[in-house]
């Protein structure tokens, strides 16, 4: 179970002279680093890397945000998950899904702010609205009105 974290680093830096009209492209990757074993606290650190990079069409890197950090992890089964990172650096699969996805959720929420302060595209998508007619869309929102 994880019951902390923390971000340590944040690096960011983005092109001075982007055009307008620029088409972006995203990729960015998260990767555990290291798994550290604190037998006081009966815990494991697992420290992370996350990466955003911002291509521009020619793939020319445009911007990048680094995200540096770790989540503390309790559990059952501590000594079996740091002795599978030890002898082969890799996560126990037990944890794996858990420790990538709260090491995500933590950078991709850090990263928002980080793009919004450079003015770089979101790192998701964000809904979009569509207004298919004036008259439906009346309709739904009385509907959803109602069933409040």
Known sequence: MIINYLITNVSASRDDEIPPETQFGISNNITVTDVLKDDKFKILKFKFKFDAAFTADNSKEIGKIVINGFVIYTGEDMDKIYNTWT?????DSSVTEE????????????????????????ILPLPKVSATGEHQDDERSSKKAKQK
């Open 99 to 122: 420790i990538l996805q709260a090491s995500l959720n933590i950078s991709i929420l850090e990263a928002m702010s980080v793009s919004k302060m450079l003015q770089l595209p979101s």
């Open 87 to 91: 002898e082969s650096k890799k996560l």
